[in-house]
């Protein structure tokens, strides 16, 4: 198995209108990495937020804003580093763990998954709290695997997981991210992270996007089960 450095690793990431937050994030994630990583921001921002991401030495893709799976999985794709890891541009991710999830691929997971939710998330609003356990009993119920924060948007993927699996959704795509590669038997680590108030305003709505996100669950682990009862036959 290779040894990856943090030269080896890609921090992606989606954003909307984040020009209060990215500029901090990205100083984050250079001093967690000592420079050494690709950081790729997929961008639909009108207020600066792709400038201040170029200034700050990420690669930037513009593109129409589509809805944060459809960023966030291009940005994935885009990358051109073995160990991807996702982020959001909103303060709310410790990017000082970044080295912490590179020496879990090392150890030979697939996937390292931030556990906002094992230390309480008291930062996070109280309907998000509850709607995110909601969101992880739902998961772990129909996919058969136990799951414990399905939603966190910091996660880091050998690349293999991200290029082999065709990924579908939107809103809930970082629930897919999840559910996807633990229905498929890939390694899954879900690490307890801390979890900070997010800086700037929310743009997900926490009843239509709850709705979207409890839509791609059940639409992704029935798709999972059909995929496992046809291998069968």
Known sequence: MSEYTLGDVSV??????????????????DEATDGQ??????????????????????????????????????????????????????????MERIPDFLDLINEGYDVVSGDR????????????????YAFAGLSS????????????????????????ITWTENTGLSAELLIRPAMRGYEIREEPIAYD????????????????????ILRVCAEERKRQLTSLF
């Not at 992606?12 to 994630?29: F, H, K, Q, R, T």
């Not at 997010?198 to 409890?214: H, V, W």
């Open 141 to 164: 119920v129909l996919s058969g695997e136990y799951l414990h924060d399905v939603t966190t948007g910091m996660r880091a993927y050998h690349e293999d997981v991200i290029e082999e």
């Open 197 to 216: 108030e997010r800086l700037g305003e929310t743009k997900l709505d926490p009843f239509s996007g709850g709705a979207e996100i409890a839509g791609s």
């Open 12 to 29: 992606v990431m989606g954003s909307y209108n984040e020009a209060e937050a990215i500029g901090p994030v990205l100083e984050d994630i």
């Open 37 to 94: 990583a690709e950081v790729v921001v997929v961008d639909s921002s009108s207020d600066g937020t792709a400038e201040i991401a170029r200034d700050h030495g990420a690669t930037v893709i513009e593109q129409e804003p589509q809805g944060y799976g459809y960023a966030v999985c291009k940005a994935l794709l885009s990358a051109t580093n073995p160990v991807r890891i996702t982020t959001d541009c909103d303060g709310t991710y410790p």
């Open 117 to 132: 939710l094992y230390h309480g998330a008291d930062t996070m609003p109280t309907l998000n709290r509850f709607g995110n």
